[in-house]
């Protein structure tokens, strides 16, 4: 399978607990996205890296959040000290813009689901 | 980028056509129209898009209007398959940062 993927797929933590997420995107893809998903609603942007830069965070993205892609290919991102309204799907999107023309579509992982007891 | 408007749900029986609204009457000149679509336990996955003429390809065509402030996401022939939430964004100078909403739910009846 050559799309996003996402690990764990499933993951229910105790409040407080700390818990790392990771995306793999579809190789060549020079743009990673995190959106964040609560039930019945649209995603909803997070942050998202250039390669490996961080080029914008969402207000959404708390100080208890934090996402890194460190060689510009695969991401995690940790929420610290989880709290129960973190309870979400956390997806992750990719991107190329480089090269070949862009056709402005994001490919997508079928997510994280995050349970925060 | 400027708001959408959906629907919040349609139905349709199976084989037949489906057509989605979404109102923008908040589009600027250079907002491109993205449409997604979600099927159950799933990500996010593209559906079509375009900026002023109308646009087709395997999956659905895409009817904008002259002034741009609605388009019409057509489902040639609806399959169980296609029951999804639709949704319908506006993408300007922010690419890859869509605003989602909250869709239109379709419903297909076999």
């Known amino acids: 399978d050559t799309g996003v993927s996402q690990d764990p797929r499933h993951k229910i933590t105790k409040r407080g607990q700390n818990v790392t997420f990771r995306c793999d995107p579809i190789?060549?893809?020079?743009?990673l996205y995190w959106y964040r998903q609560t039930l019945g609603q649209g995603p909803e942007f997070l942050t998202y890296?250039?390669?490996?830069?961080?080029?914008?965070k969402s207000r959404l993205l708390s100080d208890r959040f934090s996402a890194e892609r460190p060689k510009g290919s695969f991401s995690t991102l940790e929420i610290q000290r989880t709290e129960q309204g973190d309870s979400a799907m956390y997806l992750c999107?990719?991107?190329?813009?480089?090269?070949?023309?862009?056709?402005?579509?994001?490919?997508f992982g079928e997510g994280s689901r995050l349970t925060v007891l | 980028d400027a708001k959408t408007t959906q629907p919040n749900s349609m139905e349709s029986n199976e084989e037949e056509p489906v057509h989605l609204p979404c109102n923008h009457s908040?589009?600027?000149?250079?907002?491109?129209i993205h449409w997604y679509r979600q099927l159950p336990s799933q990500g996010p996955e593209y559906v079509i898009h375009?900026?002023?003429s109308n646009v087709n390809n395997r999956m659905a065509s895409l009817a904008i209007a002259e002034d741009r402030k609605s388009s019409t996401l057509i489902l040639h022939r609806a399959t169980l398959r296609d029951a999804a939430v639709y949704y319908c964004?506006?993408?300007?100078?922010?690419?890859?940062?869509?605003?989602f909403g909250a869709g239109t739910q379709v419903v297909v009846t076999p």
């Open positions: 964004i506006l993408e300007g100078d922010s690419w890859g940062k869509l605003q």
């Open positions: 375009g900026l002023t």
């Open positions: 890296f250039q390669n490996e830069a961080q080029l914008e």
């Open positions: 908040t589009i600027s000149g250079t907002d491109y």
């Open positions: 999107a990719s991107e190329k813009t480089a090269g070949a023309p862009n056709t402005g579509e994001l490919f």
């Open positions: 190789s060549e893809h020079n743009r």
